[in-house]
Every structure is written in C-alpha cells, then in structure tokens.
C-alpha cells in the first residue's frame, strides 16, 4: 500500500516585537509561516506552490492584520528537505544512467581485449524479429582467433544466468574473428560479458 497526500507543516517562525497588538497593546507579535507539500511514505516529495502565514499575539492570542505579513512571507524560503523525494529519484535516474554507461564501457573492453573462460550471452533474430539468447564461452584465443563452446540451451526472454540445468557442450564449438566480436557489441548481437565469475556459477559447468 502506497502511504501518500499533503500535509503542512510550519517551515519559519519569527518573533517581532515592534508591532502593536490592536486589542492588547502589547509589542509580542508572532508570525508563523507554513508550507504545504506532498509526500510519499511520508517522505517529502516536493512543495506545493504556495505558502501561508498565520499571525498571533504572544500575549492576548489574538490574531491581527498587518503589512508586516507579505514581509515576513516573501521573505521565507521554501525548505530543501521539502525537495527530499525529487532528490531521491534524480540520484537515482543518475545511478542507473550512470551503471548503464559503466556496463557499456567495461562490455566494449571487454569485447577488445577477450579473456579465456569469458562468457557471452547473445542475441539471435529470426526473420519475424524476435529474439532468442544463448551463451557462448571462450575455451581457446590463437592471434585474431577466439574458440568457444555453446551452452546446451536457448532461451526465448533475455537471461543473465544458466537454467538450473544449463551447461556448456564442449563437442559445439564455434570459431569467431576478434574483429567480429567488436562488430557484434555495435550490433548489439552481444548482451553481455561475464567476467571473473564465482566459482559455484553454472558457467563453470561443462560437459
């Protein structure tokens, strides 16, 4: 269940002893300015537009008029922490826009520099457009030639890891250019690259 609404919340407070209470006398004026936000999980989003002041005589309770008000309101400065949420998820759109960027670079380096035991998940079209996924891991690199062996299945939805009971085939093997690999990356033919991966991965498994 999502905890959301608007709630007000006193944001400033000033004190001004040079103003006359009209049904007192006494100089004991409290102006107190509030800000309107929206929340969710109780945690600030953003502000609503517009702000509001309440007036009080600290000695009599009596509330009043004065030009004093639109002085202490365009004063007031809507809060930063009334901004807490659109901070949150601007972090958070920047960490993933970020992440995506680093993927992207250390795939191409990868790419560039194929390691033995590098894994590949590609991506395969069929004349309809629609994609299938398998893996590939690298076994032998001679010069500009990189061997690998293929997984035992094909998956129909984008997958970042074996099946339970996936398996690399050591009798399929296929012999790629290191130059096509390069050319797979910008063709997005390649998803992935796995590198340094536990040793209790299911990449490990071959048979």
């Given at each position: 269940?999502?905890?959301?609404?608007?709630?007000?919340?006193?944001?400033?407070?000033?004190?001004?002893?040079?103003?006359?209470?009209?049904?007192c006398s006494a100089c004991k004026q409290r102006f107190s300015v509030y800000q309107?936000?929206?929340?969710?999980?109780?945690?600030?989003?953003?502000?609503?537009?517009?702000?509001?002041?309440?007036?009080?005589?600290?000695?009599?309770?009596?509330?009043?008029?004065?030009?004093?008000?639109?002085?202490?309101?365009?004063?007031?400065?809507?809060?930063?922490?009334?901004?807490?949420?659109?901070?949150?998820?601007?972090?958070?759109?920047?960490?993933?826009?970020?992440?995506?960027?680093?993927?992207?670079?250390?795939?191409?380096?990868?790419?560039?520099?194929?390691?033995?035991?590098?894994?590949?998940?590609?991506?395969?079209?069929?004349?309809?457009?629609?994609?299938?996924?398998?893996?590939?891991?690298?076994?032998?690199?001679?010069?500009?030639?990189?061997?690998?062996?293929?997984?035992?299945?094909?998956?129909?939805?984008?997958?970042?890891?074996?099946?339970?009971?996936?398996?690399?085939?050591?009798?399929?093997?296929?012999?790629?250019?290191?130059?096509?690999?390069?050319?797979?990356?910008?063709?997005?033919?390649?998803?992935?690259?796995?590198?340094?991966?536990?040793?209790?991965?299911?990449?490990?498994?071959?048979?």
């Amino acid at each position: 269940m999502l905890i959301y609404g608007k709630r007000k919340i006193r944001i400033k407070k000033y004190d001004d002893f040079h103003i006359q209470c009209e049904n007192c006398s006494a100089c004991k004026q409290r102006f107190s300015v509030y800000q309107a936000y929206y929340h969710l999980f109780f945690i600030p989003i953003y502000p609503a537009s517009q702000k509001s002041i309440k007036t009080i005589c600290l000695n009599c309770k009596d509330s009043f008029n004065e030009q004093k008000v639109l002085h202490y309101l365009a004063k007031t400065k809507t809060p930063f922490y009334l901004y807490t949420g659109l901070i949150l998820f601007a972090s958070l759109f920047i960490s993933v826009i970020y992440s995506n960027i680093n993927t992207q670079n250390k795939k191409q380096e990868y790419a560039e520099n194929p390691k033995v035991n590098d894994v590949y998940l590609m991506n395969k079209k069929d004349e309809d457009d629609n994609s299938s996924y398998f893996f590939v891991k690298i076994k032998r690199i001679s010069g500009d030639t990189v061997e690998v062996i293929h997984n035992a299945y094909e998956y129909s939805r984008f997958i970042s890891k074996f099946d339970t009971a996936d398996y690399f085939d050591k009798s399929e093997r296929s012999l790629f250019l290191k130059s096509e690999l390069k050319a797979y990356i910008h063709d997005r033919k390649i998803t992935s690259i796995k590198r340094d991966y536990e040793k209790t991965s299911r990449f490990n498994v071959e048979k």
